[in-house]
């Protein structure tokens, strides 16, 4: 009986230390919590687009394939950072070789999404493009200047950082995502506007990995790029 106990203890313990390690992942690795964002976005789209069985298999295998990468790259950085106190090639090698599967398992994770959504995005994105009637070119620099100028009051009023560098929000996300809703209203394409956002998403990273800005920062300045370009828009009639 005691015997018996005791394995349920260690059952439950290795449930609880597997639990615990998500977690921490979770609370310190900042590339974790990106993951996380997104694929709780990528499940709710594809239950909203009503994905097949076999399709939802795929996108959960994708996600999870992605977080297991990022969990084990994790651990082996910490398993280097105990073993070797000073610079070793060899420990570099190793990280950066953690890090190049993580980046794979992304890169599949963008590519299957890509598949599974853009099919029935397509349809659903030119609808609501055209619901916004196309402006004059112009209206896309008009948008670009209202929206700097509106970043420079922001941080003027709080204080923060300067027009071009740091503080809240960030005026490069915005800037980037003002444009990428100019270009999807203009050309009502989903492949131009899906390679847009993607060069708006590296603005994005870019901010961060220089740790000019946070996420919430880049952010703030995204959505704000986005609603001030699509209030002008509609403005323009």
């Known amino acids: 009986m005691e015997v018996q106990v005791l394995k349920e203890r260690k059952l439950l313990d290795s449930f609880n230390d597997a639990i615990a390690g998500m977690i921490y992942a979770l609370k310190t690795q900042r590339n974790m919590k990106i993951h996380f964002v997104m694929a709780a976005a990528a499940m709710g789209l594809g239950l909203f687009l009503g994905l097949g069985r076999l399709e939802l298999l795929l996108l959960f295998f994708t996600i999870a394939l992605v977080l297991v990468a990022e969990m084990i790259n994790t651990s082996i950085e910490a398993t280097i950072d105990i073993m070797v106190s000073t610079f070793h090639p060899l420990a570099r090698i190793a990280k950066n070789v953690a890090a190049g599967a993580v980046l794979i398992s992304a890169v599949n994770a963008i590519m299957a999404a890509y598949i599974l959504f853009f099919d029935r995005l397509n349809p ?10 196309q402006a004059p070119a112009h209206i896309t620099f008009i948008s670009l200047i209202t929206v700097i100028l509106a970043v420079v009051a922001v941080k003027a ?18 800037a980037a995502f003002c444009m990428v809703t100019a270009v999807a209203f203009i050309s009502q394409d989903m492949l131009v506007t899906t390679l847009t956002l993607l060069l708006g998403l590296l603005v994005i990273q870019s901010r961060i990995e220089t740790r000019i800005h946070n996420a919430f920062e880049t952010i703030i300045g995204a959505l704000l790029g986005v609603i001030i370009t699509v209030l002008l828009f509609q403005l323009v009639r």
């Open 157 to 174: 009023m709080r204080g923060e950082g300067t027009p071009l560098r740091g503080g809240m929000p960030s005026g490069h996300a915005a």
């Open 124 to 133: 659903l994105t030119l609808m609501t493009l055209r619901r916004v009637r």
